[in-house]
């Protein structure tokens, strides 16, 4: 299916990014980045899933100007990245954030202000509303040598939206948070959404993904493996067919070539595989009497076609 | 522009003023100077000349080895220990990140070279030793020295490690002090120390320009304790300094530029 996506409409354009190190002592090259390439609507929640090493971080990293790309191009809100004018609308949250313990969160925030130039008064209000908006009011006068790691993980989400920024780009962010945590960094990705914002957040977390992104892209060993909408990754594939169906008499065959079957009473609960005539089996189990109580297609879970993808990525040699 | 600069070094500040090693450099200039009243005691008559050249040397000794050790260190962290990722993934450009801690360490340097020159002009006044124009000049060109010295530590800081660039930086440091030595071997040395001695001449700073007392300025020898330089000539220094800081901080701006923070 071909979607037209006008360039104005893009919050990022990654074009064939790739990225090549060596190691310090043998010289060995290493590709972390093999031609990666994506886009993401503005607007959108976008979630950038992969096993470690497989290149989240490293796109992240040259997307926000710390790694230069050996090769390739991307645009942040049509600015070309490396540049100062496109790192001017977004909001960066590093994986595992490092940050100048000797300060408080109010200083942390007045300093990130100052460098987006943020004049006082605003700098000030609006690092107290974030300060709210992340739970820290409580830790305001504690330096963050003192904070655990989910509160720096709140402190470094709330450094991130200082700038009230477009694209809000997030490295793990469910990293070191309890559930509660997670669940309340989800609801504030959400947010941004509902504001307009666009997200753009890699993870492991794939029930995260499934719950909020509207895109998803999953990369492994250096290359975009799959991307789509949650549904569409895994509407790919149908796995299995369940159905639940209530017997007047025995089962007979229809439980031949079925997978799972369970019967509670004169309920009678199996898989036919996806390859299976499933209106072939409906009327012979129409014939026998048996009222049909579900069908339901059983999808791939986007954990298998996460795991599927970053299986085939590795077995290439 | 000036706010992101002025941000960078104001943070520098706040980090610098933490680093405990600095107080001891400032008890180490005070125990100097203590020192050179003892001494000056022991040398009959000389307590004046003791108490200027003891405190003027603390000064720039401790001075420009604080300047190292801050050069090294502050630069070097920010990329060790990632905060640096918080920074310029915001919008500023690697040679104002550079140029504010720059500037951040040369307004702690001029804060402990200000302590450390009213402690010696403390040191001189329990003396009854006159402050003269001459003692404020040499100490001028002693901060102009520590800021020269303080540009030197952060070039090598920003492509190598803190002991590597502590060593070469102090290896500046001394060879910057061994200029008129240098020129000497221009002068008078054999082919291939002359060689030597240009292409050292050419590339490392004329830190001597700084401390100057005792030696000879254009013909004629100056001292802090009787005729000292003019005005005239530590603006002159000082430029020379300047120019050499922003050459420094140029070439550490570009090579801080092409790194990539993994």
Known sequence: MYRLTLVADLALAVRDLRKSFRTPFARKKIEALRGVTFEVQKGHIFGFVGPNGAGKTTTIRTLMGLIKPTSGSATILGRTVPSRAARERVGFLPESPYFYDYLTVPELLDLVGRLF??????????????????????ARTQNLKKFSKGMLQRAGLAQALMNDPELVVLDEPMSGLDPIGRKEVRDLILSLRDA?????????????????????????????????????????SVQAVDITIRLTGEAGDLTAGADQVRRHEDELSLSLPASADVDAWLAKAHAAGAKVISVAPRHETLEARFLREVASAEAVP | MTARLWAIALNTFREAVRIRVLYGFLVLVVGANLLAIVLGVMANNEEARVSRDVGLAGISLFGSLTAIFLGVFLLYTEVQRRTIHVIASKPIERWEFVVGKYLGMGLVLSVLVGVFGLAMIGMLALQDVPVTSAVVKAIVLAWMEVLVVAAIAIFFSSFSTPFLSGIFALALWVIGRLTPDLENAVRTGAGSIRAVAKVTLAVVPDLHLFAVSGRAVEGDVVSVHADFVSWGYVGLASLHGLAWIVGLLAFAAILFSRRDFA
């Open chain 1, 117 to 138: 130039g943020i004049p006082g008064p605003e700098r000030k209000k609006r690092a107290d509303e974030l300060i709210e908006r992340v739970g820290l009011s409580r």
């Open chain 1, 196 to 236: 307009g914002k666009t997200v753009f957040f890699s993870t492991h977390i794939l029930s995260d993904v499934e719950a909020i992104t509207d895109r998803v892209a999953i990369i492994a060993r250096g290359q975009l493996q799959a991307s789509g909408t949650p549904a569409e990754l895994v509407a790919q």
